[in-house]
């Protein structure tokens, strides 16, 4: 959407994932006008994104007497998560593309930046599986001192401000420790999976779900261990 950023992707080389929930969100706020903090921390995005996710009928609410700004997105739900499925068709295909290259994937599995390590999204482990290609995890510790944060930034000085938008760090010292590769042969071999599936796809992630949920958990707890105390997360990772 944004020339600036598309082009820095370019540059940069990286291939863009929209998340369902950013993906409704800009839907949300084109419809609407605005981004509705309101709506998407409550009970009526929960419903929504459960509609998205088929846990939920979309014709059952439909029945209620639901709200506007439900209702449009309910209705529309087909078309939604049609939409949705084609831009990660096409981010499954730039990323067989880039391995066709012999280029390196550089991923950042929790889908965020953050100072304890939060929850792996199923990404990685789904390319991982469906490549066998190795996942090789590295642990960044540091980086959240010299990359200022992006709450806050005119508490910062107008230089403050423009450093929490551009790319760029401070002066500081981050340590990267690398770990051992995890392959479907060794560390990933429970959830190997024999078959061809079609990436980022409803149908994969829903008949392979515990494989890829299984190989994410091991990926996550990989990095845990390359981590410092003050970014792990003994509750998520023991």
């Known amino acids: 959407e944004n020339p600036f950023q598309r082009g820095f992707f370019d540059w940069m080389g990286m291939i ?20 509705a903090a309101t709506f998407f921390s409550g009970e009526k995005y929960k419903e929504v994104k459960d509609v998205f996710d088929c846990k939920v009928d979309a014709g059952e609410v439909l029945k209620r007497d639901v709200d506007v700004e439900s209702a449009y997105f309910v209705r529309r739900m087909d078309d939604i998560r049609d939409y949705h499925q084609a831009l990660m068709q096409k981010v499954g295909e730039l990323t067989l593309e880039a391995f066709d290259k012999g280029l390196f994937l550089l991923v950042f599995p929790e889908g965020s930046r953050s100072v304890r390590l939060s929850e792996g999204r199923m990404g990685v482990a789904e390319v991982a599986l469906h490549t066998e290609i190795p996942v090789i995890p590295i642990g960044c510790n540091g980086g959240d001192r010299i990359y200022p944060p992006h709450s806050a930034p005119l508490a910062r000085g107008p230089s403050g401000f423009w450093k929490s938008f551009l790319p760029g760090a401070e002066k500081g010292v981050v340590v990267y420790r690398v770990g051992t590769p ?37 990926i996550m707890q990989a990095i845990h261990g390359l981590l410092d105390e003050r970014h792990q997360n003994r509750k998520l990772y023991g």
């Open 16 to 35: 863009p994932v929209s998340p369902a929930g950013v993906f409704l969100r800009r839907l949300y706020k084109s419809q609407f006008g605005n981004d």
């Open 182 to 218: 995890l392959t479907v042969d060794d560390a990933l071999k429970p959830y190997r999976i024999n078959d061809d599936f079609q990436l980022f796809s409803p149908e994969s992630q829903l008949k392979y779900a515990s494989q890829f949920k299984g190989a994410t958990a091991v």
